[in-house]
């Protein structure tokens, strides 16, 4: 059987599926294959190994004849199309749970990077324009005590929260079910967005990006939110209205973003959000720690695996 992979892997995850599987490969380090070589090496493909940099769409589907398995080395999976999957009878898998830890980690310190303002810092010193100590040089926004607002209360949100709590912070969450183990071991409080909006000293967007989420925050969103407030979407980009975005960061509406995740990825290194000095914005790195990202491919290569071997995913997409 054959499996093709759309990014470069390292040689020791990649030993034990020589030995019985045909491997077709992406090259390069850090580029996806391009989407005619995805295309044409679908074709012939039993499993298909990919990530958030693909777009498996009805046309890749259609494409694919003998395809069983579609393994995304991610635990979102809005890039592919279920439906397509589904009336295809191919199984779709995905990593959640190893990659909750250390997505928290990076959305907590975006939180503190943006609240603190420490990429202006460091810009600062690179540009030379450090003068003296100023009595309020590089002033931010306190994190300790304040008021985080977590949209998306699942397995990173949980994570952010307990962040939180280490800070003495007042949690609030807005979901569309209850998580009685924030309210318990937590003490967060579930609110109403709008509610979330207005009290929140720190939005947090960790919802999945699905038609209900599709910009879920908007003019009428940021309108909510407090002037000194900071925003911090670690999700997907097409939660966030960019433009609605811009104008409320450009006008002080809200005092900052934070960003690891855009609309479009890469974003354009020209793109307006990324003029304005209350903007932190990362490369899509929440899950970017060493151990994660072998733990998400060891994941996504069981999942991949045990499709083609006929066995339950270790953790399929339903
Ligand atoms: N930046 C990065 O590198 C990474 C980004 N991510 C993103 O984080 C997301 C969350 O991951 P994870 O925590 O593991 O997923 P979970 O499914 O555990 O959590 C998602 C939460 O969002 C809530 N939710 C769903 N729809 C809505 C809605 N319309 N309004 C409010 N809340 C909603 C769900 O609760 P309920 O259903 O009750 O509403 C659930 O609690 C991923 O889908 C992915 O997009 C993940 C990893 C890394
Ligand atoms: O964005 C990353 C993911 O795992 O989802």
């Known amino acids: 059987m054959k499996i093709l992979i759309t990014c470069k892997l390292p040689d020791q995850l990649l030993l034990p599926l020589k030995e019985k599987y045909e491997i077709v490969m992406a090259e390069t380090e850090n580029e996806?294959?391009?989407?005619?070589?995805?295309?044409s090496e679908i074709e012939e493909a039993d499993g298909?190994?990919?990530?958030?940099?693909?777009?498996?769409?009805?046309?890749?589907?259609?494409?694919?004849k003998h395809l069983k398995v579609v393994s995304t080395m991610a635990v979102g999976y809005d890039n592919i199309d279920l439906e397509a999957a589904k009336e295809r009878g191919i199984l779709v898998g995905h990593t959640p749970g190893v990659l909750t830890e250390a997505t928290a980690d990076l959305t907590f310190a975006l939180l503190m990077a943006t609240g603190r303002r420490l990429l202006e810092g460091m810009d600062v010193i690179r540009e030379d324009q450090w003068k003296s100590w100023?009595?309020?040089?590089?002033t931010g926004q306190?994190?300790?005590?304040?008021?985080?607002?977590?949209?998306?209360?699942?397995r990173i949100g949980l994570g952010v929260a307990k962040r939180a709590k280490?800070?003495?912070m007042d949690i609030l969450y807005h979901n569309r079910s209850r998580k009685e183990e924030a309210e318990v071991e937590l003490g967060a409080r579930y609110v109403e967005f709008d509610e979330l909006l207005e009290q929140a000293d720190y939005v947090?967007?960790?919802?999945?990006?699905?038609?209900?989420?599709?910009?879920?925050?908007?003019?009428?969103?940021?309108?909510?939110?407090?002037?000194?407030?900071?925003f911090i979407n670690t999700s997907r980009g097409p939660n966030v209205d960019e433009d609605a975005l811009y104008e409320a960061l450009q006008s002080n509406q809200i005092w900052a973003a934070g960003l690891d995740v855009f609309q479009t990825e890469p974003i354009d290194a020209k793109h307006k959000l990324l003029t304005l000095k209350n903007v932190t914005a990362l490369p899509h790195i929440g899950s970017a720690a060493i151990e994660t990202r072998m733990n998400m491919a060891r994941l996504a290569i069981n999942n991949l695996v045990n499709?083609?071997?006929?066995?339950?995913?270790?953790?399929q997409v339903k």
């Open 142 to 154: 306190e994190i300790y005590g304040k008021t985080i607002g977590i949209i998306g209360m699942g």
């Open 134 to 138: 100023g009595p309020f040089f590089l």
């Open 166 to 168: 280490g800070f003495s």
């Open 204 to 230: 947090v967007l960790l919802a999945p990006s699905t038609k209900e989420t599709y910009h879920m925050m908007g003019a009428a969103q940021f309108n909510k939110m407090k002037e000194s407030a900071v």
């Open 32 to 39: 996806p294959m391009s989407r005619k070589r995805l295309l």
């Open 48 to 64: 298909l190994f990919t990530n958030v940099a693909d777009t498996i769409d009805e046309e890749v589907f259609d494409r694919a």
């Open 307 to 315: 499709g083609l071997e006929g066995n339950a995913l270790v953790h």
